[in-house]
């Protein structure tokens, strides 16, 4: 049976073209009955798109949620739309993204925030600090010469002290060029400033 929505935008998505469902997809305004007409949708980029939506409705969230796969709950996780507890963090990642090296840079989306390293955290990733360490230790050896990756987690939130620390003491890679090998002195003074923050923070909440 056909689902009969008040908004024409959402009974009329069937008949629309991809660059009409994008666009509406795309649109912060769009209502909340289109929003989940689009989840509905056979078009996938449309549904990818709504997903990274910053104003999608929970019910349209929960309904890319349930999809298959683990692209949609990359981009939601990310936003910060889906909000899971601990120990369902954990199972996601262990279920879609451990050891799977297709999803590399989508796990890195859902887990550390889909913001660059240089641009503020907004809080938007909310990754407990034990699965960042698992994450971490999970890191294919390739990823362990990429200063951009390593510091996406000091600069997460929820980073903990152990894995600042290890960060703060990661050794050059022998194959570095002189520009890696400064950057790499850089990533380890910050993550020894990083730290000092945590450990900071730590004794003011256990005065």
């Known amino acids: ?12 998505i069937g008949k629309m073209n991809n660059s009409e469902v994008v666009a509406l997809a795309k649109n912060r305004f769009t209502d909340s009955d289109t929003m989940l007409a689009i989840s509905k ?13 910053p104003n999608i409705t929970q019910e349209a969230a929960k ?4 999809h298959r796969g683990y692209v949609f709950k990359a981009v939601l996780l990310s936003q910060g739309t889906i909000k899971l507890k601990k120990k369902e963090y ?3 990642y262990r279920k879609y993204f451990k050891n799977n ?17 240089w641009t ?3 809080g938007k990733s909310n990754t407990p600090g034990e699965l960042l360490e698992e994450i ?6 390739s ?35 002189r520009y890696y090998v400064d950057d790499f002195e850089k990533l380890r003074n910050d993550a020894m400033l990083k730290v000092a923050e945590i450990t900071k923070r730590e004794s003011a909440v256990s005065r």
């Open 143 to 177: 990823e362990m010469d990429r200063t951009y990756t390593l510091r996406r987690f000091i600069s997460h939130k929820n980073c903990p002290l152990n894995l600042a620390l290890k960060i703060g003491t990661i050794k050059t890679p022998e194959s570095a060029q």
């Open 1 to 12: 049976m056909t689902q009969v929505y008040t908004s024409p935008y959402a009974n009329n």
């Open 63 to 66: 309904e890319l949620w349930n």
């Open 136 to 141: 971490f230790n999970d890191l294919p050896e």
């Open 41 to 53: 949708h056979w078009y996938r980029l449309g549904k990818e798109y709504l997903a990274g939506n």
């Open 120 to 122: 503020p955290d907004k």
């Open 90 to 92: 954990t199972e996601t």
């Open 101 to 117: 090296t297709r999803s590399q840079w989508r796990m890195m989306q859902a887990f550390m925030g889909s913001h660059y390293y």
